[in-house]
């Protein structure tokens, strides 16, 4: 399974981004995806998470600003970003797994600079 994530850059704050992950090989047994968070000096965090059903779940700073969902069709998942702060500053790393909880996966990460 690869992950190759993509739509990072640099926003003002208050401004908005879409990172989307494409996920390519044996993915039929991959159940969940989610994205992290990185910021700098600090440990990776998980941000997002969606199941093969669909069910969502968000780190309590980013309800109400970033939404994930999946294209199963395309194989990919995007993370809408919304209302962004200079905290949310920081690479974001898509990862998939066949349990929820277990991401064995992981892609290369794409860099989001929010400016105040």
């Known amino acids: 399974v690869q992950l190759q994530a993509s739509g990072g850059g640099l926003v003002q704050a208050g401004g908005s981004l879409r990172l989307s992950c494409v996920v390519s090989?044996?993915?039929?047994?991959?159940?969940?995806m989610a994205w992290y968070h990185q910021a700098p000096g600090n440990l990776r965090e998980l941000v997002a998470f969606?199941?093969?059903?669909?069910?969502?779940n968000y780190k309590d700073s980013v309800k109400g600003r970033f939404t994930i969902s999946r294209d199963n069709a395309k194989n990919t998942v995007h993370l809408q970003m919304n209302s962004l702060k200079p905290e949310d500053t920081g690479v974001y790393y898509c990862?998939?797994?066949?349990?929820?909880?277990?991401?064995?996966?992981w892609g290369q990460g794409t860099l989001v600079t929010v400016s105040s």
């Open positions: 969606i199941t093969s059903s669909g069910n969502t």
């Open positions: 990862a998939a797994g066949r349990v929820l909880g277990n991401f064995e996966y």
């Open positions: 090989g044996s993915i039929s047994d991959i159940n969940a």
